[in-house]
């Protein structure tokens, strides 16, 4: 079984739920008292904070290449990004590692190919849905038609996750205040729903939305321990 490495704490508690999930999902499938083998490298949230409100990608990059360099140099064998809107600094990681970078959007991409959706509404911070690095892999790679919020409910949809669900805060107003952005977008024609930020997984768990929804984190899970146990 292939050792699976986890950049994480962006914020922790999404990052809880990778370990979580990885160790289940193993379990699942090789059986026994079988768990993963994982090594984690965890990052001071409020430093990457600071850095994307000053728009320090190039910053958020180094931090990712020592983190995934400490990874390497403690013997993993993959590389996972436990968040969705730091792969905007992913192609550090793949220049300074030799090891094999799982990206989120490709896995998404993947599971959302294999239902055949092609209209997806993307949710997450104001950078996942406005800038390219994520929107451009599920375009090009996946002939995916992608839509977003307008501008003001990217907006409250931005700040609700900094201020909210990224300190832990889960709360009915903001479940049905994302509910109601899917439901415009099912208006629309949005077959499904990319949960592009892995604290709305949480939030939106076992939530009935009428169409299908992607929690990224979950798909990147899988794809890990399938990659880790072939």
């Known amino acids: 079984m292939k050792t ?3 950049i994480g704490g962006m914020g922790w508690q999404s990052s809880k739920l990778y370990y979580e999930r990885i160790n289940k ?9 079988h768990s993963a083998k994982i090594i984690l490298v965890s990052v001071d949230f409020a430093e990457i904070e600071q850095r994307t409100f000053n728009n320090d990608w190039i910053g958020i990059g180094s931090i990712m290449a020592k983190s995934a360099k400490q990874l390497e140099k403690a013997g993993a064998d993959i590389v996972l990004l436990c968040t969705n809107l730091i792969h905007i600094a992913s192609q550090a990681i793949i220049e ?6 799982l990206h989120i959007a490709d896995t998404t991409g ?12 993307l949710l997450g911070t104001k950078d996942t849905m406005e800038k390219d690095f ?21 907006k409250e949809l931005h700040d609700m996750i900094y201020s909210e669900l990224l300190k832990g805060i889960f709360t009915d107003v903001s479940k049905q205040k994302v509910i109601a952005l899917i439901t415009k977008a099912r208006s629309q ?13 949480i939030l939106l768990s076992d939530q009935e939305i009428g169409i299908p929804a992607f929690d990224t984190g979950d798909i990147h899970v899988n794809q890990a321990v399938t990659m880790a146990i072939n």
């Open 189 to 201: 024609g949005a077959e499904g729903v990319i949960l592009g930020c892995t604290e709305l997984g």
């Open 4 to 6: 699976i490495g986890l």
């Open 96 to 101: 300074n590692t030799s090891l094999p970078f």
């Open 25 to 33: 999902r193993v379990n699942e499938k090789v059986g026994g008292s």
């Open 134 to 154: 994520y929107t451009k892999i599920l375009h090009e790679n996946y002939g995916l038609e992608v839509i977003i919020p307008n501008e003001t409910d990217r």
């Open 110 to 121: 993947v599971a959302i190919q294999e239902m055949q959706l092609k209209k997806i509404l």
